[in-house]
């Protein structure tokens, strides 16, 4: 059993508000390497977490013999290159998601995968949180029955403020808007959840904000959407048969932040809140009963969304599976999971350019 797990990072966005600090919970976790385009972020990302080694060249961080997990937290135009390289490299791989640009990219991450003893998995750490597993296991014991409908919303008012800077995120060729962001977490959750695919999908994008200065305040187009509406067919599983689906995703929504799935059956209703909270009403009951959960621990100093919480959680359990030498954990998604979002991204993408359902 190797006793430190040593841990790279490239990127200093999301991994230095969440990744970090939640690996820095895991006892047999080390950070040994940060990188960011900026050196100045990396630089002090280093400094605020005592992490010995600070580049802007992203590579230094997958070369170094010290570093077994890479995890790459850059805009999803640079995700496959990265991950090409660390996999040369035989690194263990922490790819953020929405995993790439496009099916094409996606695919040959997947193929460069194979055959190499190393764990590759994409970020969807919301799988991890409790409430999301046992919801999962209630689905399975037939709580609500076959499932005929399920409503996806997503609110978030940030993206609404006109005086956010832009960045990446306000670039569709780099890979920024809320279809991606939001939508890959989505798509990853209905499909965990169901045990079944997507089989047809149509797409509505908007961009409220059109225009932002950036950081020299120059005013740019903003190119992706900061709205996402989709309408969802599945195919016929154990849980689903001829089953909808109505998703609402908004980054430019107030007043209060939401993030929920409901979840419409033959023998009741089940919903998921951004905690894991679970609520149930079984078939003719009027109310909600909330039913136990136990949340687990966040990070320290921001809101919990509900993705630092399960950060932490999926953390442990990559530490503790790489410390037993395994490449493969229980409910994790994989790369093959990422490019199966990947595919109904693209689709998506098609539906709302040529205003019609898209069949997958």
Same mark, same amino acid.
């Given at each position: ?18 990744? %970090? ?29 005592? =992490? ?40 263990? %791989? ?5 995993? !790439?640009? *496009? ?5 040959? &991450? ?6 190499? *003893? ?11 949180? *409790? ?15 076959? =499932? ?8 978030? !008012?940030? #993206?609404? *403020? ?23 977490? &989505?798509?990853?959750?209905? #499909? ?98 909330? =039913? ?9 100093? =921001? ?11 999926? !953390? ?32 998506? #993408?098609?539906?709302? !350019?040529?205003?019609?359902? %898209?069949?997958?």
């Amino acid at each position: 059993m190797k006793e430190k797990i040593g841990i790279g990072f490239i990127g200093t966005g999301f991994a230095r508000k969440v990744q %970090i600090p939640a690996f820095k919970l895991c006892e047999n976790a080390e950070i040994v390497s940060i990188a960011s385009a900026s050196l100045a972020n990396a630089e002090s990302t280093a400094k605020e977490f005592k =992490i010995p080694h600070w580049t802007d060249n992203w590579r230094e961080v997958i070369e170094n013999e010290n570093v077994d997990l890479v995890c790459i937290t850059t805009p999803p135009d640079l995700h496959c290159e990265q991950t090409l390289y660390a996999l040369e490299h035989n690194k263990h %791989i922490l790819c953020e998601k929405p995993m !790439a640009m *496009n099916v094409a990219e996606a695919q040959k &991450m997947c193929e460069a995968a194979k055959g190499k *003893n190393v764990m590759a998995l994409i970020d969807h750490e919301l799988r991890f949180q *409790n409430g999301r597993q046992k919801a999962y296991k209630m689905l399975r014991d037939g709580e609500i029955g076959k =499932i005929r409908h399920i409503k996806y919303v997503f609110r978030n !008012a940030q #993206r609404g *403020n006109p005086d956010i800077l832009w960045n990446w995120w306000s670039d569709e060729k780099q890979g920024g808007g809320t279809l991606g962001a939001i939508g890959s977490h &989505m798509i990853d959750t209905v #499909r965990w959840f169901l045990g079944t695919e997507i089989s047809s999908v149509f797409c509505q994008l908007q961009t409220h904000v059109k225009q932002r200065k950036d950081a020299n305040g120059e005013i740019k187009q903003v190119t992706s959407d900061d709205e996402t509406n989709l309408l969802l067919r599945f195919a016929d599983s154990d849980l689903t048969e001829d089953t909808t689906g109505n998703v609402s995703l908004s980054m430019i929504e107030s007043p209060d932040f939401q993030h929920s799935i409901k979840f419409i059956g033959t023998e009741g209703a089940l919903k998921v809140l951004y905690l894991g909270e679970i609520f149930l009403a079984k078939k003719g009951e009027t109310d909600w009963t909330q =039913i136990d959960v136990e949340l687990e621990r966040s990070v320290d100093g =921001i809101f919990n969304s509900g993705f630092p919480s399960g950060f932490v959680a999926f !953390a442990q359990r990559i530490v503790d599976a790489l410390q037993d030498g395994k490449t493969e954990i229980p409910h994790a998604a994989t790369f093959e999971d990422g490019l199966r979002v990947q595919e109904i991204l693209d689709a998506a #993408r098609e539906s709302n !350019a040529n205003g019609c359902l %898209i069949k997958i």
